[in-house]
Each structure stands twice: as structure tokens, then as C-alpha cells.
């Protein structure tokens, strides 16, 4: 299946088809996201939360992400993959911005990339967008800004606050955002926000209405446990599995019964007794 373009997302926004969406960060999940028919695949800053140990993403640097984003380009070379651009690598100045975002796409193979904020990111976008980069907006619960609103907190709850998120989101388009990630936003909103924009509108703990899904892969297989959002789905509890299938492997160890027979390469009888019978006398010294 070839790789779904910014044409195809606005011609399914059109259509009412959703875009699946999900977050990778090694070659291996990535292939298995292509394999499985995703179309659009986010190497999030969450990466800090998943793989790196951080208690928040805001540790996780420009160097690690590219890592990470050069993985998943190899694992899924035909889906459409976004960039996250991690905590001050766009917002110090908005040429700083341009070139992080460009090494995403020049070092990494990224088709996209994504940052935070709405109204008060919109120079950057429209910086980037410039530049010739497809830019994702991303405004409701953004995590790099969370101790603002005093942590994991929904958005978009009273009047007031809707009617800012919207007014971000109208913001990133006219800046030349591609499409906007509404994240932790009641459902009603985020309704609103879809039908006024013509770019696309993701979602992520932001209700039904919107142009796609997106999920935290670890979250959706049941592998990241330290807390579940009440927006996330788990489809599996791979961390119980995988626990289950270490402890076996352990014991197997430690009594003797792994590796079995059929575990060893194995060596023809004759080789055998023809290596034996030539260290009998003792082991052969090395030339000096």
C-alpha cells in the first residue's frame, strides 16, 4: 500500500473516513503498525515516558528523538510518520524552531512534524510551514506545558476555555498547520472545533467527533502500567504476559531444562571424536 499523503488525510476528512493513528518509537512496533494498516504513525515525546524512564517528557532531547524517529522511518518506510519536536527545540526562537523541525526531516525521514501550543506557536508554524515542512498543531492537554494548568488536567471544560482552545485551533490553520491534535477536550468541543477547521482534526482523549484516533502504543497493549488516563483503551495486557513469560524463562534456567537438545547446533559424531582425540595430548598454543 503506498504511503498515504496530505492529500489523501484532507480528501478523508471529506469522506467522514477516520485516520488511524498511533504513537511508535522502534523499528520493530513501527513495522508492525505498517503491517497492520495504520495510517499515520507519531514518534512522541511520551517516548520519555515509555522507554526512557522519565517521569515526564520534558528531559527528552532533539538527539534522542531523531534517534528514535530514524527507527521508525526504517520500520514502516510506508507510513506516513510524524516527528514530535521535544521541550525547547522550538520554542526559543522561531529560527531555532525552522531547524529542528528541518533535521526531522532531512536526518530522520520524518513526513511531518509536531509541537505544542496554539495561538502563541503559530509564528513557528508559520515559520516551518514556509519553509516547505508539513506542520501538525497540537492544543488541549499538552503535555510539555502541563505544570500551567496545574498537571494532567482536561481542557476545554467551561466556556471560556472552548471558545481559547478554538480560537488556537483557527490559529494553526491560518498559520499553515496541515491539522491540528486536540488532546485531554470534552467531546462537544472538539465537535466544534473539527467542523469549523478544513484541515484535519485528530483526537486523543478528546471524544468521538474528530477526523482520526490516536493512541500511546503502550497504552493501547497494555505494556505501560504506571498510571491509565481515563481516555485510553487497553486492547491487551502485554505487561502481565511478558512478566509471566520471564519468570517461566527463569525458572526454565535455574532447574536446567533450557536450553534443551534441541536448542544446540550439534556437531557430527565423527567431528567429535576427531576434536577430541586432537586436544587428548593437551590444548594447542597459539603462534607467537
Known sequence: MPKKTVVDFMQMKKE???VVFLTAYD???ARLEEEAGVDMILVGDSVGNTLLGYETTLPVTMEEMLIFTRAVRRGAPNTFVIGDMPFMSYQCSIREAVLNAGRFVKEAGADAIK????RRVAPQVKAIAEAGMLVMGHIGLTPQSAAQFGGWRAQGRDAESALKLLEDAV???EAGAFAVLVEGVPGAVTAE???RLSIPVYGIGAGKPCDGQLLIVYDLLGLYEVFQPKFVKRYGHLARE???MLRQYAE??????FPGPEHDYGIPPDQLDRFRQAIAGGLPRSSE
Do not use: P
Open 27 to 29: 523499528a520493530m512496533l
Open 171 to 173: 490559529a494553526l490553520e
Open 16 to 18: 467522514g473516513r477516520k
Open 242 to 244: 511478558v512478566v509471566a
Open 115 to 118: 509541537l505544542e501550543g496554539g
Open 193 to 195: 472545533i473539527t467542523r
Open 252 to 257: 526454565e534456567v535455574r532447574q536446567g531444562i
